[in-house]
């Protein structure tokens, strides 16, 4: 009998997109081959607290605590356990450690901050545990929106224009932070975080006054905001799936319910549409799919993307937007959902992100560490 393969799969975490984290934590407990995998739910709450054992699930969701723990994870690459946290007397501070289970890879649905921004990576590479997904590199250019359009411009990759303003710039002087986004930029202007993903946070600002409360809304999510350059352009949409050879999805496109795609168009609005493939010209479709690999591979990606562009309806011009490390993973996102359309079946994506993460970590292994001087 073949000894089935132990997969943590971490969620929740301290993030805007917490709940969106959830969803996606619950499909693939569902879709996840049980003959292959045994999964370890580990679950992180909002307070940053590692949860292991019983339900986290349900814990993390206000239902029951009941038989979970506190737990952590070692940097100490001698060891892949998953450990139990427990107070070493009553009321005393210090604690005990005990081993749960020995876990095989690791496989985050951390969307956002604090998982999908090269945090947990680094805590999973220092431990040695081969985990899905991009590592410290790959996953905090993705994160951050401003340095990610730095690399796209230095890789010759359309990007929209933009300006970065910081926290302490719009709280000091609000008028003189818009005046410096107006002078750079026409309006309509998108006000962002830098550093968080599913529309958290964002406006779309028609006038100063929108622009000021926009990007003292942006602000209030990270210490980093991108005010970007409106286009008045279609929302397509890139699954990529690899590592050094990385393969590109047919393109989706998204029409929102709303003005844009915000957070309540994504998860809460059901009116919004996704067009699988998406109705473009097969040059346009290429295009996109060689600037999504392109993308990938220009922040050094692993295993799972989704690339968004904007395609402006005026001049046809295609514009990547931003790329997603660890994009919404339920089964009615777009990032499995274009992978459907193009063969691959939701169960066999888990799959698939599974090897390429035991074969990246397989190719780590092969690193030297040590240098000796042979005299």
């Keep these: 009998m073949v000894k089935k393969i132990k997969v943590g799969l971490i969620f929740g ?8 984290s ?12 049980k003959e292959k995998y045994d999964v370890i739910p580990i679950g992180i709450t909002k307070e940053g607290k590692w949860i292991a054992g019983g339900d986290p699930m349900k814990a993390l969701t206000g239902q029951t605590m009941n ?23 009553p009321g005393d501070t210090a604690v005990t450690l005990s081993s749960i289970t020995e876990v095989d890879v690791m496989f985050p649905v951390l969307h956002g901050t604090f998982g ?16 899905v997904g991009a590592g410290v590199v790959g996953s905090a250019v993705g994160m951050d929106k401003a340095v990610f359009k730095d690399v796209m411009r230095a890789n010759g990759i359309p990007v929209p224009e933009h300006v970065l303003i910081t926290r302490a710039e719009i709280e000091r002087d609000p008028g003189g932070a818009a005046r410096k986004v107006e002078a750079a930029l026409r309006f309509p202007i998108f006000c962002k975080p830098a550093n968080l993903g599913s ?27 991108l005010a970007e350059r409106g286009i008045n352009a279609r929302e397509i949409e890139v699954s990529v799936l690899g590592n050094d050879a990385p ?28 067009i699988i493939p998406a109705n473009l010209p097969e040059a346009t ?50 990032y499995p959902k274009l992978w459907e359309a193009s063969g691959i079946s939701y169960t066999e994506l888990i799959d698939r992100l599974i090897e390429l993460a035991l074969e990246r970590q397989a190719d780590k292994d092969n690193t030297l560490r040590s240098y000796e001087v042979n005299e």
């Design 13 to 20: 975490g301290r993030s805007g997109e917490h709940e969106v």
């Design 22 to 33: 959830l969803m996606s934590a619950r499909s693939v407990m569902k879709a996840i081959d």
């Design 67 to 89: 038989d979970v723990s506190e737990a952590t994870l070692l940097s100490d690459p001698g060891h892949r356990a998953l450990m139990q946290v427990r107070p070493a007397g």
């Design 116 to 131: 999908e921004d090269g945090t947990v990576q680094g805590l999973l590479e220092l431990a040695n545990i081969p985990y």
């Design 199 to 225: 529309s958290v946070g964002v406006t779309k600002a028609h006038d100063r006054a929108g622009l000021i409360g926009g990007l003292r809304e942006a602000a209030r999510w990270d210490r980093r905001v």
């Design 247 to 274: 393969i590109a999805s047919v393109p989706g496109e998204v029409i929102s319910s709303r003005e844009f795609y915000d957070y309540s168009a994504k998860y809460l609005d059901e009116s919004s549409e996704l």
């Design 285 to 334: 479709a290429a295009e996109a799919r060689r600037m999504a690999v392109g993308a990938f591979k220009a922040i050094d990606g692993a295993g799972m993307a989704r690339v968004d562009f904007l395609l402006d309806k005026d001049s046809g011009q295609l514009y990547v937007s931003e790329i997603n490390t660890i994009p919404g993973f339920t089964q009615i996102s777009m």
